[in-house]
DNA sequence: TTGAAAGCGTTACCAA
DNA sequence: TTGGTAACGCTTTCAA
């Protein structure tokens, strides 16, 4: 049978109140006993059983990371991170590791209140929301009710990515600025002289879409430059891909193209090779996001960097409570220009 | 204070016996009660206490995803193949749903460890780890005993992208063909006309970088052409720079890259074109994997294809059990080679 | 510094 | 079909 707590007491002659101080380490324990607990477990090859624990404790080791889409290296990087950070602080109860897990919601709404129920049900210590949501009111209004509980019964909560919900003072948000990013990338095309730009754009319903869009807007309103063709589509590569020929046969004369991130990016240029113009000669792409693999995919992207990594450190330190939040419980993560290869002007085509 | 199963009971008037049976399904029940009970969940807000629950049945919801780099879209497609698979099996006590949750090793044997501690800590329904291992003996063994005393705990246990463990026969193992793989590759390249080959490997000590070898060096041997040049690394995108480096100062004359993965290939065509040359008119570059990115990233890259999405999912079933493994345990996945653009032939370089 | 014992909230067995 | 009630294994006062 499974080895129990009282067990290893009965070894070590010991109580089992003493074996679980020796465990947890948060109470003065005589260093002779301690040893002699420490030596039953490693005999018995004991292991603390989680459920039990977390019964009696109110609280488990658990730490939930929700992100949009897992295959996506922007949501990898950034759970890596947070991992990593949470990993760190090893003081918990039954060896101190925390369990940081991370959950795909695949985007979905559904799919994100089911594991935000899981995870209330497992009394998780802490939440990470990684990416930007939904904006459906009735969604909104269901997530913030479903975070407030689970503040309300002790779970941490972090935004990484996202837009605090209205009210919810106790949930820690580290928000990226999509606004100024986009801005600047548009920004950039226009003072290469650019002036019939294309936007391959995420969906519609979505806060990360809505914000590189108006950041896009503000430039070339700032600019006095005519919006050109917009395409809703995934945050993937083939929604770059088939809004390139709807932006094409919107404006057949583009000479750039702003994706809204670079996923979507490498799509758009995919259609691009494919019909035989040059980047960024004929036509220059730029993208959100900086993944790691675009450096080197197409070294003429523009793009914007996204300190993804920092990002998810500071997440997840928010959720272990190792650092506070800022006071208001808000910060902004700030969008940096980087611009890989050639300056791609605009030239016109045949 | 928070809502318990008790207080569901009263509400409904039945004993807590019978809101246990209602919210498992795995009971007889009468409809009116079961919807007398729904509505008093409903009316209060109830949510089952996992630990206790788990605690009572001795086994959780918990499906523990182990891989080595959550920020490689390879872990990450296989992942969300595997969640989306265990999502569907909604059956299990307190509503169905399976909490699948990945955990990142970051290829330390050690954090491999520690999460399968975890994992047992908690009672896991299953735990599928995904990716070579290392090899090391006393890391192997470990791991085995850790797997053995898993499954004994009644844990299903399921390799995938891993050999299986000696001796250990209860763990379903899904085992991607590696050799041929790599071998095709190379033979490829040879069947192009290329005879001074470089090869940008993984770590020295990972199952994947040796079979990927020697699936490459058997079609060297097989074609009577010298090895050329290797360089271990990392699987990620700056060992496939600095490699290139290396491997073109001990032949100066390569016409083709192998790279282990497509990350480290894409490292490797960042290093060439630094250096001016084109792929793959100067050297041709071919690599492992087939991640969605590379497809646009490089058009003139040759690739062997996982079915990565595939995989995931028939790990994520013999997971939750809704597919038996086949008699002995095991399961090849064939790796199917795909040439994206160019022939690349090799040529002479000034 | 240690021990005794009362929960923690479910499940599952045994009756009814 | 339902109820009563021991477990389940640990944490945590309260005493000693």
């Given at each position: 049978m499974t080895v129990t707590l009282a067990d290893v007491a009965a070894r070590a002659r010991v109580s089992p109140a003493t074996v679980s101080r020796v465990l947890n380490g948060n109470y003065p324990v005589a260093e002779s006993t301690r040893e002699r607990v420490l030596r039953a477990v490693d005999e018995l090859d004991y292991v603390l059983n989680g459920p039990a624990s977390s019964l009696a404790a109110a609280t488990s080791d658990l730490v939930g990371v929700l992100v949009n889409d897992i295959a996506d290296p922007f949501f990898g990087i950034m759970a890596s991170a947070a991992q990593s950070a949470i990993g760190e602080g090893a003081s918990g109860r039954g060896g101190g590791e925390k369990l940081a897990v991370v959950c795909n919601t695949g985007g979905s709404p559904a799919r994100e209140?089911?594991?935000?129920?899981?995870?209330?049900?497992?009394?998780?210590?802490?939440?990470?929301?990684?990416?930007?949501?939904?904006?459906?009111?009735?969604?909104l209004a269901a997530t913030t009710a479903k975070l407030a509980k689970l503040a309300e019964a002790g779970t941490r909560v972090v935004l990484?990515?996202?837009?605090?919900?209205?009210?919810?003072?106790?949930?820690?948000?580290?928000?990226?600025?999509?606004?100024?990013?986009?801005?600047?990338?548009?920004?950039?095309?226009?003072?290469?002289?650019?002036?019939?730009?294309g936007y391959a754009a995420g969906p519609g319903d979505r806060t990360t879409t809505?914000?590189?869009?108006?950041?896009?807007?503000?430039?070339?309103?700032?600019?006095?430059?005519?919006?050109?063709?917009?395409?809703?589509?995934?945050?993937?590569?083939?929604?770059?891909?088939?809004?390139?020929?709807?932006?094409?046969?919107?404006?057949?004369?583009?000479?750039?193209?702003?994706a809204a991130n670079d996923t979507v990016a490498l799509g758009v240029c995919a259609a691009l090779r494919e019909r035989g113009l040059d980047i960024p000669?004929?036509?220059?792409?730029?993208?959100?996001?900086?993944?790691?693999?675009?450096?080197?995919?197409?070294?003429?992207?523009?793009?914007?960097?996204?300190?993804?990594?920092?990002?998810?450190?500071?997440?997840?330190?928010?959720?272990?409570?190792?650092?506070?939040?800022?006071?208001?419980?808000?910060?902004?993560?700030?969008?940096?220009?980087?611009?890989?290869?050639?300056?791609g002007r605009p030239r016109t085509r045949g």
């Open positions: 209140l089911t594991y935000l129920t899981l995870l209330q049900r497992q009394r998780a210590a802490a939440v990470i929301l990684m990416g930007g949501s939904l904006e459906a009111p009735e969604h990484c990515g996202r837009p605090p919900v209205t009210g919810d003072a106790n949930a820690a948000a580290l928000v990226f600025d999509n606004r100024t990013g986009a801005r600047r990338l548009t920004e950039h095309l226009l003072g290469l002289g650019h002036r019939r730009i809505r914000h590189r869009l108006e950041g896009h807007r503000d430039a070339l309103a700032a600019a006095g430059v005519p919006e050109g063709p917009t395409v809703h589509g995934a945050y993937d590569r083939r929604a770059g891909y088939e809004a390139t020929a709807e932006l094409l046969a919107r404006d057949p004369e583009l000479t750039a193209v702003v000669g004929d036509v220059s792409v730029a993208g959100f996001d900086d993944l790691p693999f675009s450096v080197d995919a197409v070294p003429s992207l523009t793009t914007v960097h996204l300190p993804l990594h920092e990002a998810g450190v500071r997440a997840g330190r928010l959720a272990m409570g190792t650092e506070e939040p800022l006071a208001g419980g808000l910060e902004q993560v700030s969008a940096e220009l980087v611009v890989r290869g050639s300056t």
